[in-house]
């Protein structure tokens, strides 16, 4: 493990709860449906995420609990058998039914297992019901997909069958561009989990080779695992370098001679090298500030860092697995400042301190920080953005430099805040 300085720090967190993982959730697999118990908050928290379908019937909703529900005056449970056997009947199309727990859902103590199990049993095989928690006192932001995925893996059927399997929600897009390459490096067997229809479950056994393509699906990974899975050690597949790496790792655990290997991905290399330079140029010396919210956070600042060279002031990060992590580490610099866990106000100091060109952030900091003159990235954009492999890394680049090119448009100067 490198040498970077790994710190805590608790207090006051700033950041999505796990709920907004349905926004990319309920997109990949569109015969699931996602129905959140909660309050009219978490309702609006998914709907201005995801946008309002006004014109199509979304595949997420929320079953309100009232006031009623909360002061326990109504059986919750009855309620929300009631709820999903409305939704049941006016969308037969649904396959999979995620019921996904939040605060006030956990604060009342309705147990979603035992109604997953109750509502299976009732709907016999005719869809299935799976439950997992996006509420914002267990998770933030990124954990809910770790959360859906995980109660996805007891349903993969087995297979001792030697297979690569990519395990995290990629861009439809960029999966099939990564797929085309291990075909041609001449993995044979490729599975993607989750697969683009909930009820196409891929196989799992002890060949399965797994290739985390996220950063942050540590209970995924451990439940794959348990099925016998070989989860390979890499770097995540952002920038080149990462990319590179995380493509050998694949290709060494099959057996597939390196020689080979590089003649296939150094004319990829050399193009995404020359596209990346207009990039580095303007972001290279610039003083990078990550705040946590995503867990993509590490993995980002070794590409900007090693990659771009930009300055890391502070990587934050709401939750380090340092066996996960392993490779990542390795490759920043010594010292590097790696802070897990957060206490807004005091990371917002050192910001302030530090005057950084340029502080990833979530949503609600950048609007703040704009205003005192500070260029932010919101890291929700990293999410949503088709960011993975060799040829996506001037795409990522791209991302950074843009606030930093607005930003000299701009040539604004910091503005002072009057405190009243
Ligand atoms: S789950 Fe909790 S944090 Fe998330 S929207 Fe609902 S109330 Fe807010």
């Not at 999410?383 to 040829?391: E, L, N, R, T």
Request: glycine share 8%; proline share 6%; aromatic share 6%.
């Amino acid at each position: 493990m490198g040498g970077a300085t790994l710190l805590k720090e608790t207090g006051p967190r700033e950041v999505f709860c796990g709920l907004t993982s349905i926004v990319w959730l309920h997109r990949r697999m569109p015969d699931a449906f996602f129905l959140v118990v909660g309050s009219r908050t978490c309702a609006h928290l998914i709907q201005s995420a995801a946008g309002v379908m006004i014109f199509a019937e979304p595949r997420f909703g929320t079953a309100i609990l009232e006031e009623r529900d909360l002061a326990g005056l109504a059986d919750a449970h009855e309620e929300l058998d009631r709820v999903v056997k409305n939704l049941l009947a006016r969308r037969p199309e649904i396959r999979t039914l995620f019921l996904v727990g939040s605060c006030p859902s956990e604060v009342i103590k309705i147990d979603l297992a035992r109604a997953a199990e109750r509502l299976n049993s009732q709907f016999n095989g005719k869809v299935t019901i799976l439950n997992y928690s996006g509420s914002g006192i267990e998770t933030t932001f990124t954990q809910g997909e770790d959360g859906a995925l995980k109660a996805l893996v007891p349903l993969m059927p087995k297979s001792e069958e030697n297979q690569l399997l990519l395990a995290g929600t990629l861009a439809n897009a960029v999966e099939d561009r990564l797929i085309t390459i291990f075909q041609r490096l001449g993995i044979g067997k490729i599975q993607s989990f989750p697969p683009r229809q909930s009820t196409e479950l891929p196989s799992i056994g002890p060949g399965t080779k797994v290739l985390l393509t996220q950063p942050y699906l540590t209970d995924t990974a451990r439940e794959l695992q348990n099925r016998g899975a070989e989860i390979l050690k890499a770097p995540f597949p952002l920038g080149v370098q990462g990319s590179e790496l995380w493509i050998k790792a694949a290709t060494d655990s099959f057996g597939i001679d390196r020689s080979f290997v590089d003649s296939i991905l150094e004319p990829l290399i050399i193009r995404a090298r020359k596209a990346l330079k207009p990039y580095i140029e303007q972001l290279s010396g610039k003083k990078l500030f990550l705040l946590p919210e995503s867990q993509l956070e590490i993995p980002l600042a070794r590409f900007l860092h090693v990659e771009c060279g930009m300055e890391l002031l502070e990587i934050g990060t709401p939750y380090l697995n340092r066996e996960m992590m392993a490779q990542e580490l390795d490759l920043l610099p010594e010292s590097t400042r790696i802070v897990e866990g957060q206490h807004v106000e005091k990371q917002l100091d050192r910001v302030r301190a530090h005057q950084p060109d340029l502080v990833v952030c979530g949503m609600g900091l950048a609007n703040p920080l704009e205003a005192e003159g500070i260029s932010t990235k919101w890291s929700i954009e990293m999410v949503f953005s088709p960011i993975h492999g060799i040829d996506q890394a001037s795409d990522l680049a791209e991302l950074f430099s843009r606030p930093l090119h607005r930003s000299k448009l701009l040539n604004r100067e910091p503005i002072s805040i009057a405190s009243n």
